[in-house]
């Protein structure tokens, strides 16, 4: 396959040619089981593609995939894909009120789910949904709906699929790299969700981006933790595997620091793409209490060189606990909090931040590896056939709305022409509604959601995503928000109560309450000395329960908005 980017290809050459090139290739698998060869995988695509041809499924019809990862997932999508039918893949955290409204306004005939989802759709009233399978093979809904298990329907498929090959094989329908593959619901920070329409060429080109920039072996194992209905693990985590004969490993549990451990021993992937929030806890959890637990380390840590020998040092331990073989971390999906990305510096640890989203399938900017012109804090360089510029910037501090274009940039919203104009720029160019400069050395820096900036009295902008990482960087800190409230700025901060409870053992309850007060006064003090006076925090107050997030788990502000939050 060319190296080329922007070369004309759908997800279906893809397939085929990564069956042809790396046939006996481990291709995907749940992680420490046996994962299916290419060929297989192959196979199976062929002949569900096949079925759902015979069974009356054609190219434009929408069917949706509400399921955890599993290689059934895959077969499942460019089964669909196969038939030029657009694949409707749903977030499995999802209530059942979205997933009622995304089946309604997809109007799909035929459902994948597992035994996970399913209950939120006993009470779908949708006529035209004639077929559910479980990609788990799970049988338990059977006395609530009819329900086909994955393996049946499968085997049913492999019997057409020999049939028909005596036959001369199935006939599918032309697909091209501008027909329609994907329909993503957005689950955004602002709370309006919307259908994002990527083509073939869309997620194939930003596929094909990502893997002239990382060099990949085939055999590679990629470990997959986050879900595949969201696009930044569909395109990096799994079309771009595919595309370079790589194995993947789905996680298949909720990828706790243990559970990472364990699993990544065995495996030793090669490439992972995790958002900041699990990197986050693993640094609080098991690098800072190192350092902080240490009067020398604490003390070595206050001078620059000191601070990086030992940073090396924890970022080797760290290396081995994601299995000794790591070559790439991906982080994307939110904002890296700095001090994170700083000791992820100074440990040469083989991370890279990726900025981008869906309406893009999802890649912009990212990289590329071992580019020493990279400043931390950045989200480095435009990916490759992706141009990056910036709309009005401020006269003083560059910062702008950030627009980008290329073959990546969706065909716009599903039954939505006024928000794709207000979008899509006439020339193609999308308006991403994200805030950020580009430095004299071509990098991309973030500085948050046009929606989110605080414009104060006396006209200063707040970047509250600012505040909020200097919040979180404390040990005892789970997450934060910054909010606006009557002229003024409140601090909401969700403990880490294992901190607190390790660090109050025998205390009473009030005490307990004492003890976190003095520690969110301690916090504002300290604060507002590094914040400008129109930036500072009026009051930090605790929340008692996390906040609502999105499958990236950025918060959903959109819930807090107003200054009012039940603690």
């Not at 059942?96 to 035929?110: G, N, Q, S």
């Not at 979180?472 to 901060?493: F, H, I, K, Q, T």
């Amino acid at each position: 396959m060319p190296d080329d980017v922007g070369m004309a290809m759908t997800l279906n050459d893809i397939i085929d040619a990564s069956q042809n090139k790396f046939s006996d290739l481990p291709a995907v698998g749940m992680a420490l089981e046996v994962p299916l060869t290419y060929q297989v995988f192959y196979e199976r695509i062929i002949a569900l593609a096949g079925r759902l041809l015979k069974e009356g499924i054609k190219k434009g019809d929408h069917i949706a995939i509400l399921a955890e990862n599993s290689p059934n997932w895959g077969a499942a999508y460019f089964a669909i894909v196969r038939l030029g039918a657009v694949a409707v893949p749903i977030l499995p955290d999802l209530p059942e009120a979205d997933v009622h409204h995304i089946l309604k306004e997809m109007r799909v005939p035929l459902l994948f789910t597992t035994e996970r989802q399913i209950e939120k759709i006993y009470e779908l009233n949708q006529r035209g949904l004639k077929r559910i399978i479980t990609l788990d093979d799970s049988v338990a809904s059977l006395d609530v709906l009819a329900v086909e298990t994955f393996s049946a329907y499968l085997a049913g498929a492999m019997e057409m699929w020999k049939k028909e090959e005596a036959k001369g094989g199935f006939v599918f329908a032309k697909v091209c790299e501008d027909d329609l593959a994907s329909i993503l619901y957005t689950s955004g920070t602002s709370g309006y969700s919307k259908a994002v329409m990527l083509s073939h060429k869309n997620l194939a080109a930003n596929a094909q981006s990502a893997s002239v920039m990382i060099h990949i072996e085939p055999g590679a194992v990629f470990l997959s933790i986050l879900p595949l209905s969201h696009a930044y693990e569909f395109t990096v985590g799994f079309i771009l595997p595919l595309l370079r004969g790589a194995r993947i490993a789905y996680a298949g549990k909720t990828p706790t620091p243990a559970i990472l451990q364990k699993l990544c021993s065995q495996e030793k992937p090669f490439a992972m793409f995790m958002v900041p929030l699990v990197l986050e806890k693993i640094y609080k959890k098991r690098v800072l209490p190192k350092i902080n637990n240490s009067f020398a380390l604490s003390l070595l840590c206050k001078v620059g060189l000191g601070r990086r020998f030992i940073h090396k040092r924890i970022g080797a331990k760290l290396l081995e606990f994601f299995g000794g073989n790591l070559q790439l971390m991906g982080i994307g999906g939110a904002a890296l909090n700095p001090e994170v990305e700083q000791f992820l510096d100074d440990a040469d640890f083989p991370y890279l931040i990726g900025y981008g989203l869906t309406e893009c399938a999802p890649l912009l900017a990212g990289g590329p590896p071992g580019d020493k012109t990279i400043v931390v804090g950045s989200t480095g360089k435009p990916v490759p056939g992706v141009r990056i510029k910036i709309i009005d910037p401020d006269p003083q501090t560059g910062v702008g709305e950030i627009y980008g274009y290329g073959p990546n940039v969706m065909r716009g919203y599903y039954n939505d022409p006024d928000a794709t104009a207000e979008t899509i720029t006439d020339d193609g160019w999308l308006a991403t509604g994200d805030l950020g400069f580009i430095d004299d050395l071509g990098n991309l820096h973030i500085r948050g959601r046009s929606k989110n900036v605080i414009v104060m009295s006396n006209g200063e902008n707040v970047y509250p995503e600012a505040i909020e990482h200097k919040i979180n960087a404390y040990p005892w800190v789970v997450e934060s928000l910054v909010v606006e409230n009557n002229g003024r700025l409140d601090g909401w901060v969700y403990p880490d109560y294992e901190y607190i409870d390790a660090a109050t053992t025998g205390h009473s309850r009030l005490q307990c309450h004492e003890y976190i007060a003095g520690l969110l006064a301690e916090m504002r003090k300290e604060l507002n000395e590094q914040l400008s006076s129109a930036a500072r925090l009026s009051r930090i107050l605790e929340r008692r329960e996390p906040f609502v997030k999105t499958a990236t788990h950025k918060i959903k502000r959109y819930l807090y908005s107003g200054g009012s939050m039940m603690s």
